[in-house]
């Protein structure tokens, strides 16, 4: 299986890229962690585009990947103001995309589409549970767990979500999100704090950031949040098996976009 296959492979195993979807459920968050959601975050959500370069980062040259976008835009979902959040995955060997709709008010999940090379996965939230459902080449599959309030339903609107917070030295912030596969499915505690401060080079410039650590049962990603806006410069995340290799997402060249 070719490198890129593989990748893919990863991206589309479980539903919300989150490990250990059915025991794990992650450790103890500190006392001063806030909640990363609440009607005053949701507030301050606003629509907007943002585009990244993707690479894999290992031993050598970086290997361009292909380009993630994620979009927020003003939606109805059933009657609901909603906003519809849209990630993007444009891999050279495939194309991954997905779909979440949540209510603009507090931000509670609503409805959530996935399509991935040879499966498809639907999810619907309802107030006492959340029900996913798996087709695909192997046939269809049903998983139900039970949610939560205040529930976060993806990683990528985390990292809004990040950016919102009033992120400093010393900061802690916490979140629960479901972590679903075909065979198994969980909820999982996130546990997030700012471990430094860095500048990164990206191609519309230099940005000092604040470096924040998303810890997921033993598993950690990286976070390079802009000082100035909140917005997430770069992301990196450890590829599952393969020893000091990471998945860069860069903020492109205008990246930032209305």
Request: proline share 5%; glycine share 10%; net charge neutral.
């Amino acid at each position: 299986m070719s490198l890129m296959l593989r990748l893919t492979g990863l991206a589309a195993a479980a539903v919300l890229l989150v490990p250990g979807a059915g025991a794990a459920q992650g450790g103890s968050a500190p006392a001063d962690a806030q909640s990363i959601v609440s009607p005053a975050i949701a507030a301050r959500l606003t629509p907007g585009k943002r585009v990244y370069v993707t690479r894999l980062m290992s031993d050598g040259a970086p290997q361009p990947l292909g380009l993630r976008t994620i979009e927020v835009r003003a939606a109805t979902y059933h009657g609901t103001e909603a906003w519809s959040i849209v990630d993007t995955r444009q891999l050279q060997a495939a194309t991954l995309a997905e779909t979440l709709y949540v209510a603009r008010s507090d931000l509670t999940p609503l409805h959530r589409v996935a399509h991935f090379p040879g499966q498809d996965i639907d999810a619907t939230f309802a107030s006492d549970s959340i029900r996913t459902t798996f087709s695909g080449d192997s046939g269809t599959k049903v998983v139900a767990i039970q949610n939560e309030r205040g529930i976060v339903a993806s990683l990528y609107l985390l990292q809004f979500l990040v950016g919102l917070n009033q992120v400093h030295v010393g900061w802690h912030g916490s979140a629960r999100l479901p972590a679903v596969s075909p065979g198994e499915g969980g909820v999982v505690s996130v546990n997030l704090s700012t471990i430094g401060e860095e500048t990164v080079r990206a191609p519309d410039g230099d940005f000092p950031c604040w470096v924040v650590a998303v810890d997921i049962g033993k598993g950690r990603q990286r976070l390079w949040v802009r000082k100035t806006d909140g917005v997430v410069v770069r992301e990196r995340v450890p590829v599952i098996g393969m020893q000091s290799t990471e998945v860069e997402n860069l903020l492109a060249q205008h990246g930032v976009q209305p």
